[in-house]
């Protein structure tokens, strides 16, 4: 019936015993669960692809909560940064997963299973047997219909578990002001962070004072003033006069925050997940998928179209939004900009003819030469070549950085997964740590009593702004000031 139903019987390998767990007092076991379906998601907490899974994965858990099918996440690193428990912990509570999830040490219950991409899923039988295995997204009729028959087939032959286990979860939430703070924009002396798992967009002023909230904190798409309008984990912003573009990451789509009017439009997007490969179109009338950043030129808006491996434009004449750089392949290949190949472009950066964007998969910094419509890498070198390392541009390495800006001959960089902020110079081509340590760990932690000075904790952007360095400090909900003239770091008092 299904294409990913073995020929033979193939028993699932046990979980190692030593291995950790979040999202569970205990550990769990095959025979833990004998009589139960087992749904794995083999993922990695830096992937695209891995996201869009996530809220499929939500709907199937809540539509089978009350039959024995368990949702187990298995969390096998790509970059040195994601092996640490602490860290997936974070993306776990970033993500709002409910389900518990292995930390698959040194990829061994990824190896064990044959799998060879992220994100896949695999299905195991009441009886311990894999049925299923499957790589990419787009899987949730085939799951659907796999844990269907299944369910059908062993309440016939009474095998299932007559109640499904009770897993006890722990479940941390955070109570400060900013909760996974995306992305900041300065103008005027105002800062728009984007409060991204309070679902809102904040605006302050330089000293942290508050000065508007936009959006409820409840997680939806709906459009208005600003104390009513929902947005889902947003990204992603850019001032235009009193406009904001917002890129509304999770709900796929490009938002307008009027700061005139105080309401907030949609104009990109339909709500849902956009094709890997589209034409564009009219703003409202195209899908697009999970836009991470944006920065605006005149009338174009450009987006850092991580869901697509693209940077997309939207033109606010002609109400266009349309495909600007990138093939839609995922890759690190430089040439015209519409041949050249991206990976998940994170931050986006506008300065003078050019437009500067990170592409976290492949821990890389590119341009696109607006006079010239070529696209090149600046520092990078391919998918899996990461690190922390200084010098020649031809011989550095970021990993998995999610932000930048640009001035004059120096872009900064936020380098998410080194806990860094970075300076690359263009006229010696030559890469140095600003903020952090290289070779050591680079973050200190909010609950670590050794800590002098609170370090960078995974950084998803940096802003210059009058000699001062802001920077959205995302797993330590903070916002950082970093004065270059004296080399102090300061957290932004962020009040009411």
Request: proline fraction near 4%.
């Amino acid at each position: 019936m299904f294409d990913n139903i073995f020929s033979k019987v193939i028993k699932a390998p046990e979980f190692p015993s030593d291995f950790d767990w979040i999202n569970t007092k205990e550990p769990l076991s095959l025979e833990k669960l004998k009589g139960h379906i087992i749904v794995l998601d083999f993922w990695t907490y830096c992937c695209i692809n891995c996201m869009h899974t996530l809220p499929v994965l939500a709907e199937l858990e809540e539509k089978y909560k009350d039959v024995p099918v368990v949702f187990i996440g298995v969390h096998s690193a790509k970059f040195f940064n994601e092996q640490d428990r602490k860290n997936i912990e974070q993306a776990v509570a970033r993500y709002e997963i409910s389900h518990p999830v292995l930390v698959d040490k040194k990829m061994t219950v990824w190896n064990r299973f044959g799998v060879t991409g992220w994100p896949t899923i695999a299905i195991i039988d009441p009886n311990g047997t894999l049925v299923y295995r499957q790589s990419g997204e787009g899987q949730k009729e085939m799951i659907e219909d796999t844990i269907d028959v299944l369910l059908e087939k062993y309440e016939k032959s009474h095998t299932l578990a007559r109640e499904p286990i009770k897993i006890v979860k722990i479940i941390q939430k955070n109570n400060t002001t900013l909760s996974f703070p995306g992305k900041i924009s300065i103008l005027n002396d105002k800062i728009a962070i984007s409060d991204s798992n309070h679902n809102r967009v904040i605006v302050t002023d330089l000293s942290g004072k508050i000065l508007h909230v936009i959006g409820s904190g409840k997680t939806g798409l709906l459009n208005g003033k600003f104390s009513d309008a929902t947005f889902f984990r947003p990204q992603g912003v850019s001032w235009k006069g009193d406009l904001i573009f917002v890129a509304d990451t999770e709900n796929h789509a490009l938002r307008k925050i009027d700061l005139q009017s105080k309401q907030v439009t949609t104009i990109v997007g339909t709500g849902k997940q956009g094709p890997w490969r589209s034409l564009g179109g009219k703003g409202k009338e195209t899908a697009i998928s999970s836009p991470w950043d944006v920065a605006v030129k005149d009338n174009l808006v450009f987006i850092a179209m991580a869901g697509n491996h693209q940077i997309w434009t939207y033109d606010t004449n002609t109400d266009l939004a349309k495909p600007f750089a990138g093939n839609g392949q995922e890759d690190i290949i430089d040439g015209t900009r519409i041949q050249a190949q991206l990976a998940q472009p994170s931050g986006i950066f506008v300065y003078d003819d050019a437009i500067y964007f990170v592409d976290s998969e492949t821990s890389s910094i590119r341009e696109i030469d607006l006079k010239t419509d070529y696209v090149r890498t600046i520092v990078g070198h391919g998918l899996f070549a990461f690190g922390h390392k200084d010098g020649k541009t031809n011989e550095s390495l970021f990993q998995h950085p999610l932000g930048l800006c640009v001035a004059g001959n120096k872009i900064f960089v936020a380098d998410t997964y080194n806990s860094a902020i970075r300076v690359i110079d263009l006229d010696n081509d030559s890469v140095a740590t600003l903020i952090g340590k290289q070779g050591t760990s680079t973050m200190c932690r909010l609950d670590d009593p050794s800590c002098d000075t609170l370090g960078l904790y995974e950084p998803s952007d940096v802003e210059l702004y009058q000699d001062k360095l802001y920077i959205s400090d995302t797993n330590n909900h903070l916002i950082r000031v970093y004065d270059l003239n004296t080399n102090v770091l300061k957290t932004l008092d962020i009040r009411i």
